[in-house]
């Protein structure tokens, strides 16, 4: 029953915070971006192209991303049975975690709260009194050694147990540690031993083109290649028959392919005939042709006069 009622309290609480902060919000602070990682129901796929000549930034092999936790508390569910007596003294009874940064509100009672969660508050959640002038208080002497001696597993899922005092130590060297990707615009969290594997498909990473040599993101890569003036391509008319040539060539190109169709020079006088350009001197020679040609060009003087 006093479980229940304090259960019942805690939740009176936190919304009777949030109504508090609609009322009478707190100054804006910036928020630390935190490496804490997500349960397995965070994680999601990355995204990426595939396609022939196109570096494949999806598929199994890709490290999958990380959504980080907020910065308020650690999961109870993290420390060990022999600490579940002691828990209650730490618990912020805003979020019901244990704080990472846990502070001393300036209240009668010196209750325990996450620094991000009491941030801004006037009232102690759980007494309602006014907090004293004076700032919150980080913890100290023996309530410290108390708090720093709570033992638990790796938050990041790693084989690691230890205590809170050491659980930052550890952190630099957690192999599962949340680590952003270095790419700029790619912004995603990965374990620290997938960055590699992510950074080799990542799209957002860069890379030179083989053709032009150019820097180009390699989720662009499909895009640049499709206009990349140094790349070798067919010839649109002669295909295979013709030599391929770089994009920036074709357009000098057309001017002397033997298999392009083009109209007879005598187009201007009313010849109509189109036929490859390997074709054309045959044409043009025939006397037959020739002497339709003469026709067009006396019928266009004719017009003339």
């Known amino acids: 029953m006093i479980a229940q009622e304090r259960l019942m309290h805690q939740v009176d609480t936190r919304v009777k915070k949030i109504i508090e902060l609609l009322l009478d919000p707190p100054s804006a602070s910036p928020q630390p971006t935190s490496l804490q990682p997500p349960s397995s129901s965070n994680v999601r796929e990355g995204d990426g192209d595939d396609g022939d000549n196109v570096v494949d930034t999806k598929g199994p092999e890709e490290a999958r991303p990380l959504t980080p936790y907020a910065e308020e508390g650690i999961d109870q569910s993290l420390f060990s049975k022999e600490n579940k007596a002691h828990l209650d003294n730490y618990t912020c009874s805003i979020c019901l975690m244990i704080p990472r940064n846990p502070v001393i509100f300036p209240c009668e009672a010196e209750h325990i709260f996450c620094e991000a969660c009491i941030r801004g508050v006037r009232l102690c959640p759980l007494d309602r009194q006014a907090r004293k002038q004076m700032p919150v208080r980080l913890l100290k002497g023996a309530v410290l050694r108390s708090y720093n001696a709570l033992t638990l597993s790796c938050e990041n899922g790693c084989e690691w147990r230890g205590t809170i005092a050491d659980m930052k130590t550890h952190a630099k060297s957690c192999v599962k540690i949340p680590t952003l990707c270095k790419n700029r615009d790619c912004g995603k969290y990965f374990h620290h ?113």
Not at 212 to 224: G, T
Not at 229 to 236: A, G, H, V
């Open 193 to 305: 031993n997938d960055i590699p594997k992510h950074l080799l498909l990542c799209p957002y990473g860069s890379l030179h083109c083989s053709h032009c040599n150019a820097m180009i993101y390699k989720r662009k890569q499909r895009d640049h290649l499709e206009k990349c003036p140094k790349k070798k391509i067919k010839c649109d008319a002669g295909g295979d028959k013709c030599p391929v040539i770089e994009r920036e060539k074709q357009e000098q190109h057309k001017t002397v392919c033997l298999y392009r169709i083009v109209s007879c020079s005598w187009k201007e006088y009313g010849c109509t005939y189109r036929c490859p350009r390997s074709q054309l001197h045959e044409h043009e020679k025939d006397a037959q042709t020739n002497k339709k040609h003469m026709e067009g060009v006396k019928n266009v003087i004719d017009a003339l006069q």
